[in-house]
């Protein structure tokens, strides 16, 4: 069965320094998600991404966050100047279609970062 | 907005017994409602969801939930708990035209064997 990946499945890194965690969606789908969970917390919707570009993102999406698709097959969530409260596990997700009544958003098994 | 609230961040039942795992939304329009279950080390799995029509949802693994708008609820049960439904369990809203999933913040379930 496809499954989305992500990569790495532990980031441990210095405040301040940059970080990318990666996913590969599965491959016929067209929308894809960032989601965290801060130990403890909710799961919450950071962005999606459709057609190359954001199509929706969360309060939390600043300035310091970025997505990009940089190829035909990996999905990337840049956090640009990291931050204490960054530290949670990262979900990356994709779909078919993007609405989430009608259709099925599968997620990776997350990437645990780790800011010191 | 829509929110979720997970009743009980730990739920240990023995093997055999009734599951029984609480979800109570909020939402200003017609809500779509999903159990989604993690095990681990691995990524969230959907087990079933609300949309409209039947209020009662058959999932995988012999799970089922029922839609109860008037106690804005979408509980999970299994009648006879399993070692493998070990695992943790989230609920989440969304809504028509909505591409985003609300999340609670889980409850991990434990059986006793």
């Known amino acids: 069965e496809p499954e989305v990946t992500q990569t790495p499945s532990h980031q441990v890194t210095q405040m301040g320094q940059e970080v990318i965690l990666r996913c590969v969606p599965i491959?016929?789908?067209?929308?894809f998600y960032w989601y965290r969970q801060i130990l403890g917390q909710k799961v919450e919707f950071l962005v999606s991404f459709y057609n190359n570009e954001i199509s929706e993102k969360s309060e939390i999406f600043d300035d310091q966050f970025s997505v990009e698709r940089p190829d035909g097959s990996n999905f990337t969530l840049k956090i640009r100047s990291t931050k204490l409260e960054d530290s949670a596990m990262y979900f990356c997700a994709s779909s078919e279609v993007g609405q989430a009544g009608t259709d099925t958003q599968y997620f990776g098994p997350g990437t645990r970062l780790t800011v010191l | 907005a829509q929110s979720v609230t997970q009743l009980g961040s730990h739920v240990s039942v023995s093997e055999g017994a009734l599951v029984l795992l609480r979800c109570n939304y909020s939402?200003?329009?017609?809500?779509?409602l999903f159990w989604y279950v993690q095990y681990p080390n691995q990524g969230l799995q959907l087990l079933l969801k609300y949309t409209t029509g039947a209020t009662l949802v058959k999932g995988i693994n012999g799970f089922e939930a029922e839609f109860k708008k008037s106690e804005t609820s979408f509980h999970l049960t299994k009648p006879s708990a399993h070692m493998s439904d070990a695992a943790e369990y989230f609920c989440a809203v969304s809504a028509f035209g909505n591409e985003k999933l609300t999340f609670g913040t889980g409850t991990r379930l434990t059986i006793i064997p």
């Open positions: 939402s200003s329009v017609p809500p779509y």
């Open positions: 491959s016929n789908h067209l929308y």
